[in-house]
DNA sequence: CCTGATTATCGTCAGGCAGACGACTATGAT
DNA sequence: ATCATAGTCGTCTGCCTGACGATAATCAGG
């Protein structure tokens, strides 16, 4: 029997990306210029319509790609060298949230490394890196359409903050903020992202004990570094586990 | 300048729940049986399309009222009688997840005390509790179609292990296990929530200590009851914390 | 009434882990 | 050589948890 999908309603389906780094010392996420109307000018979160034949998650690694040449990475194979961490975080259906048409937002997280250069992607509108409070704390006093300092699109300071909640959290129980180092890093490099990441100084004796004491969690790799200056530090890429049990404490307020 | 939506792919968006309470000692997931092809006859979780001008979590409010008369709460104001635990859980989209048409379906978990009766919907069709391992634990071998055996229709046996899994993990850290309580209950009908949704046993001595120490989790309402059996119990409603810090301790294996 | 079964509640103790912080090490800069 | 910087190892104390003994208050049945 021929079915008929007219008889239900249709929305559009996008993807909306949270994709967050650390550099220098600070939380930051990924924003484009929008180039079209609607919030022709104001800065939003890299996304777009899902494809008819497209799965959620292979859209969410196209746009990514797109936005940054990341690759995706699947947790069940080796980390290549250009990976980042990507899942789903939440999805957004407000009938008003898109003034052209209803559409419900599939909004994922990536979690990156600090990368070379912001590339901008195929498209030539502009991409850059922003302090996640610079993107949220705008009050839309000075919301001038191509402000700066307008906030961002739709609902996506909305969707940003989820976001940025979600990778607060996670890092507590998971082993999810060695996304956020290359590869090889140093213990205070860890600490460093955990310090972005949730904006408060921890202690760098307790911190190197409990990470090199959680089984799995690092590996040496044997190198050691000294590109922060001071004592040459080990090396570690992160190793098999991806659940800390008993998990990193966020300082009390 | 108007704005053709045909340029985009159209999608059929659904709600669907997983609705979870504990009853008889055990975990307990809300099941509907189809009427209709495709999967007619088999196992599903309660659900339906989104209307045009609805919100999602309204959508996932208005199911789970047609279903089972419980109201979706809203964590800002007091707990009604008839109130439930709703959040969303997550979004399915895989291309062939339906074979009729390109359906995206934004699950949603709900957790509810132990009803009265499990009382059918507004459609005629069958609904029932089922444990969520009978649910779960179908290879399909026994999968003709009617067969109370079957797996779940669609990729519904995917998305109810994932909200029994959030459940499991999210009473650890907050006080969502009230949410399988009624308003008034004592610390041994909390500690049986606890150890249905896990499948474990808990030391009643210990998960008392725990649970009256944890400020705002329990507040005393003055009564007593013994409807288990053997010494009085106080009774206690949810108090006003959500978080539970430290959190409670599921045992390890 | 007495006994046992059942559930609730309080207490004790040892081990583990986290926060605070002292001490020492190994590098680069001046 | 000295200093500044960052990394690493230890110590101590307090809190929390798991294991488990002991007591309290009810009901069922002899």
Redesign the interface.
């Given at each position: 029997?021929p079915?008929d999908?007219s008889a239900?309603?249709?929305?559009?389906?996008s993807v909306d990306l949270v994709v967050l780094t650390v550099r220098r010392h600070s939380l930051c996420a990924l924003a484009v210029r929008r180039g079209e109307?609607p919030f022709k000018g104001r800065w939003a979160l890299p996304g777009g319509?899902?494809?008819?034949?497209?799965?959620?998650a292979v859209a969410a690694a196209r746009e990514l790609a797109e936005e940054t040449g990341l690759l995706a990475h699947d947790p069940t194979l080796p980390v290549p060298p250009n990976a980042a961490h990507l899942e789903?975080l939440?999805?957004?259906?407000?009938?008003k949230r898109d003034p052209?048409?209803?559409v419900?937002s599939?909004a994922h997280l990536a979690l990156a490394p600090d990368l070379p250069a912001p590339r901008a992607g195929g498209d030539a509108h502009s991409v850059r890196w922003a302090p996640v409070e610079s993107l949220l704390d705008r009050e839309g006093a000075f919301g001038r359409d191509g402000d700066l300092a307008a906030p961002l699109a739709f609902d996506h300071a909305r969707i940003l903050a989820d976001g940025v909640e979600r990778a607060r959290s996670k890092i507590e129980y998971s082993s999810l903020a060695t996304a956020f180092c290359p590869q090889e890093f140093t213990v205070g490099e860890l600490r460093r992202v955990y310090e972005a990441v949730w904006g408060v100084a921890l202690d760098p004796r307790n911190f190197h004990r409990k990470v090199t004491g959680t089984p799995g969690f690092l590996v040496p790799t044997g190198g050691t570094t000294t590109r922060q200056g001071g004592r040459p530090a080990q090396l570690f890429r992160a190793g098999g586990a991806t659940l800390l049990n008993p998990p990193m404490l966020r300082p009390e307020v």
């Open positions: 029997m079915y999908p239900f309603p249709a929305f559009a389906v109307s319509f899902v494809r008819p034949d497209e799965d959620l789903q939440a999805t957004y259906g407000d009938p052209r048409m209803r419900v599939v």
